[in-house]
């Protein structure tokens, strides 16, 4: 099977590419950022998801899948341009995929979706509708990426479209949300608050596209690897600090004194957990996580180890 | 062994027939050293300062799902933490009771976090339902924060009962396991709630005692379980025979009410003369 995968010069993109290869199928990306050391026979396209010379991809290449890992989720981003990104390329991807004969295409999403907050249920079934909206507005532009795909299921019959909520990742990549939050020495957390947080492999994220392209998979499904534990937790784990703030001097340290800058919206999912009910992705796929806690900070801490 | 752990409520909470991960946490948060400690403080009470006398805890299923339906007496959750604990220290095997507490602790720092590595969520039918199919032991108090604000004269009667309790036992299937909770209302005699004050600190209301402060008494409080209801259903039932089984929980507990406070007025008469 030829897979194209936008966003192929990510972390993730370049682990999905290897799983591909190693599964016998053949790989092209799109990205706007180089990969200098991509594997021999895939092809790097230098372009962006929204503009012709993507299209012209999907035109000459002719692939049988996409996977669209294109969305921008870090916040540091300005919002205006996130936008762009996250809806009209996923519009982009979906409409030249509907005219270039593509058979499957798979959304990458995530568990921000569901969103943090006191009163939503601890294990988000894919049917619970997105709170984030309006504890996390500036989220919103991945919700309605989410959404959008999620419509591909109705409007393009004949796409088999399938929309994958990953919860955080962690691991040899050392990047995304999770990693770059732990990766100081210390790490601030709000007192009196200590959620559960689910996350995952980087390696079983990208198992989870290869198995939920080989079975063709149809809709929307949560993924996540072993059961989440409480934040204190991995941070202890992780053999870093934690130093709990209370949120009124959280919310004033932000982007000062070391602190990350983040939307004020981001201190929700610090008190409040987004966790998943991820049986039928299991079930639809037979799923299993390779990687249990242990080994996802051993390989974690080997890439990121405590800074001295 | 940890600070403030005592040995033999750490053996108990090993003996729990729950999944644990590696570092002792299960699937909703609850941890095997937070129960431990907070089992410890509550042992003492529950030895030492009250006199907690449980009656019928064999007819409390001892594995499998159930639901554990009871009257609020006195403020505070006491209640809620007496029925836990005797579930704790009185039940063999050992067994967790996953209560569901009111939204508001959610956002009170330490709230959500205490209670969540206790096992207790907040509550949310999909919680309830959630537990019950992963065969936990669920407690419900079906008069809600109006039960919890009962005053002293009010102590042994019953308010309005929410029906949604019964919906998820037939759709999860589960038996009902009335019970009746009796002293709440004489270890925090209630005679009146602020609601402002209560506001100012996050509660829906804060009970006041003759004595001021809502700090419970030290007296005797009783537990009466009794045999499982098992509805048949499937939860889609109308209105009208929800109601008609509520009731007949209802009636039990008001019953179960009435022989317990029977029997502690005779303590309470013999004991004088």
Request: proline share 7%; aromatic share 8%.
């Amino acid at each position: 099977m030829k897979v194209l995968l936008t966003g192929i010069s990510g972390s993730s993109g370049r682990l999905v590419t290897h799983k591909l290869l190693a599964a016998g199928h053949q790989v092209i990306g799109i990205d706007r950022r180089p990969w200098p050391e991509a594997p021999a026979g895939v092809s790097v396209h230098k372009a962006d998801v929204r503009k012709r010379s993507a299209e012209e991809v999907f035109r000459t290449e002719r692939p049988d899948a996409v996977v669209h890992m294109a969305t921008v989720t870090h916040l540091a981003r300005r919002s205006e341009d996130r936008y762009q990104i996250n809806l009209q390329g996923t519009r982009a991807v979906f409409d030249h995929s509907n005219a270039y004969g593509v058979k499957q295409v798979l959304f990458v999403g995530r568990h921000t979706f569901y969103g943090a907050s006191a009163a939503s249920p601890l294990y988000h079934g894919e049917d619970d509708p997105p709170q984030s909206v309006n504890v996390f507005p500036e989220l919103s532009d991945l919700v309605a990426a989410d959404l959008y795909a999620g419509s591909a299921l109705w409007r393009y019959e004949n796409l088999s479209t399938c929309i994958l909520r990953f919860c955080y990742t962690l691991g040899p990549a050392c990047s995304g949300t999770l990693a770059s939050y732990l990766k100081g020495k210390r790490v601030p957390t709000v007192l009196g608050f200590d959620p559960l947080f689910q996350f995952m492999h980087d390696d079983d994220l990208a198992t989870a596209i290869v198995l939920a392209l080989d079975k063709s998979l149809r809709g929307v499904f949560n993924v996540a690897g072993p059961s989440p534990v409480p934040l204190s937790v991995v941070i202890r784990e992780a053999g870093r600090r934690q130093i709990p703030v209370p949120e009124v001097m959280f919310r004033l340290a932000m982007g000062r004194m070391g602190f990350p800058r983040l939307p004020q919206g981001a201190i929700a999912h610090l008190k409040f957990p987004v966790t998943m009910n991820t049986e039928a992705f299991r079930e639809a796929t037979g799923f299993a996580h390779e990687h249990d806690h242990a080994s996802i900070i051993r390989d974690f801490l080997s890439v990121c180890p405590v800074p001295s | 062994m940890a600070w403030l752990v005592d040995d033999e409520i750490m053996d108990r909470v090993e003996q729990l027939e729950i999944d644990f991960n590696r570092y002792g946490v299960d699937a909703y948060g609850a941890s095997k050293k937070g129960m431990a400690r907070a089992g410890t403080v509550m042992a003492w009470l529950y030895r030492n300062y009250f006199h907690v006398s449980v009656h019928g805890i064999e007819h409390v299923p001892k594995r499998g799902r159930g639901m554990l339906v009871g009257n609020h007496s006195g403020g505070l959750a006491l209640d809620a933490m007496i029925v836990t604990a005797s579930m704790m220290l009185e039940a063999e095997p050992p067994r967790l009771v996953n209560a569901m507490a009111d939204k508001f602790i959610e956002r009170v720092p330490f709230g959500s976090m205490i209670l969540s590595r206790l096992g207790q969520l907040t509550g949310l039918p999909e919680h309830a339902l959630r537990l019950l199919n992963d065969e936990r032991l669920l407690m419900v108090f079906p008069e809600g924060h109006h039960g919890t604000a009962k005053l002293y004269g009010d102590r042994n009667s019953l308010v309005r009962f929410g029906t949604g309790f019964v919906r998820l036992a037939l759709r999860a299937k589960a038996p009902i396991v009335p019970f009746a909770f009796i002293g709440g209302g004489e270890a925090i005699p209630t005679i009146a709630n602020l609601e402002r004050t209560g506001k100012l600190l996050g509660l829906p209301y804060l009970p006041v005692t003759p004595y001021g402060p809502p700090l419970p008494r030290p007296v005797a409080l009783e537990i009466y379980y009794s045999e499982p209801m098992v509805f048949e259903g499937t939860g889609n039932e109308e209105d009208r025979v929800i109601q008609g089984y509520v009731d007949q929980v209802r009636d039990r507990i008001a019953e179960l009410i009435e022989r317990g406070v029977r029997i502690r007025k005779g303590r309470g008469e013999a004991s004088q003369s």
